[in-house]
């Protein structure tokens, strides 16, 4: 009976040991997945500092410079395709400015081509991410409405206060210099 009993006590203990040894170990793995997850997707809030970057007057209009057909005037947009690479490792990431300018070029692109030499793919992503990112600014200038009879008609090209994009090129060119260094 007191061998039985001392069983039971060391079944008990070695079952306790195992559960604790599981549970750390769980643990341990799902720190290191969810640093990998933050690494790979941009940990939250991660920006770059570009202070209080001053306001600018931007003139909306139909930009002739950026048409359809004049890639060159796109790709300064997203110098090295906006990568800017941190930390210790050098992880790459994308400024999300740059991201969306070069999501813009990816639908222009897309749009110059027929239909049977379009890749859906890059598209879908870049359609789905600008969706987001604009639903996720939430800007709420109001644009004056032009009715397709054009009466009453709105002013042409209305001033926006924005912030200023050259501080974003600035502070993207610096990171680009010291990770190359």
């Known amino acids: 009976m007191l061998a039985k009993r001392a069983f039971q006590r060391y079944f008990v203990v070695v079952a306790v040991a195992f559960l ?3 549970a750390i170990v769980k643990i341990a793995a799902y720190a ?21 970057a001053e306001e600018v007057l931007l003139e909306l ?11 060159q005037q796109w790709q300064p947009l997203f ?3 906006g990568i800017v690479h941190l930390g210790p490792q ?11 300018l070069r999501c813009l070029d990816v639908v222009r692109d897309q749009l110059t081509r027929t239909k049977a030499e379009r ?31 054009k009466v009453n008609p709105v002013h042409p090209h209305p001033i926006r206060r924005c912030k200023d994009w050259r501080v974003v090129y600035d502070k993207v ?6 990770g190359s260094a």
């Open 20 to 22: 604790v040894f599981n």
């Open 32 to 52: 290191v997945i969810q640093q990998k997850l933050d690494l790979n997707r941009g940990a939250p809030g991660l920006s770059l500092n570009t202070g209080d």
């Open 61 to 71: 209009d139909s930009w002739t410079r950026y048409t359809l057909f004049s890639p």
């Open 79 to 81: 110098p090295e395709g």
């Open 90 to 100: 050098g992880q790459p990431f994308t400024v999300a400015m740059m991201h969306q």
């Open 119 to 149: 890749d859906e793919e890059p598209t879908r992503h870049c359609m789905n991410y600008l969706r987001q990112t604009v639903q996720c600014r939430g800007d709420l200038h109001m644009d004056g409405y032009q009715y397709p009879h």
């Open 173 to 178: 060119a610096e990171y680009q210099r010291l």
